[in-house]
T-cell receptor, first 109, second 112 residues
């Protein structure tokens, strides 16, 4: 079957770095998405990886290893506004997104 | 900027009622989706549409139907609401197959 695994909750300190991991199993693969979702709000797009390697976008970076079925989202210089859930989603061979349950990130001062 | 709007942020309905949730987008995106989001679960796809008058079942279509009469509008219909349909409903749009999805603000539906 198709499956996405990511930690349920993580805690980090303001100004620090945090890495949120995601492993996936899908029927075919057309890329890996990360979304941010603040409480009570809609998910918003952060990144898309389809090739192996690291893609950097400001304080946020996303990594993909297709051979390992693994991705991570790296958040640097954490700010209180980064407190949110981070959703990992893999696109299968039918271009459908398979979503993880999300990782709730708590930032402490 | 893409704008996706949903007809209601909060909705309370009684068991057995027919419920309409509407989604409107202003960016001429071909693809539109309806998801539900429940605590501890990933987003689950109910229905999607790649074009006007076209619809495809997602992973959990039972108890739902959809309508897409115009490109910008995608409606989700609960024919006879049940308490297990209490959830957050999210509409999303997408320009093409391998592009990010843009989400509406969501409708939190409570069925009593």
């Amino acid at each position: 079957g198709q499956n996405i695994d990511q930690p349920t909750e993580m805690t980090a300190t303001e100004g620090a770095i945090v890495q949120i991991n995601c492993t996936y199993q899908t029927s075919g693969f057309n890329g890996l998405f990360w979304y941010q979702q603040h409480a009570g709000e809609a998910p918003t797009f952060l990144s898309y990886n389809v090739l192996d390697g690291l893609e950097e976008k400001g304080r946020f970076s996303s990594f993909l290893s297709r051979s390992k079925g693994y991705s991570y989202l790296l958040l640097k210089e954490l700010q209180m506004k980064d407190s949110a859930s981070y959703l990992c989603a893999a696109m299968d061979s039918n271009y459908q997104l398979i979503w993880g349950a999300g990782t709730k990130l708590i930032i402490k001062p | 900027d893409v704008k996706v709007t949903q007809s209601s942020r909060y909705l309370v309905k009684r068991t057995g009622e027919k419920v309409f949730l509407e989604c409107v987008q202003d960016m001429d995106h071909e693809n539109m989706f309806w998801y539900r989001q429940d605590p501890g679960l990933g987003l689950r796809l109910i229905y999607f549409s790649y074009d006007v008058k076209m619809k495809e079942k997602g992973d959990i279509p039972e108890g739902y139907s959809v309508s897409r009469e115009k490109k910008e509008r995608f409606s989700l219909i609960l024919e006879s609401a049940s308490t297990n349909q209490t959830s957050m409903y999210l509409c999303a749009t997408q320009k093409g197959e391998v592009y990010e999805q843009y989400f509406g603000p969501g409708t939190r539906l409570t069925v009593t």
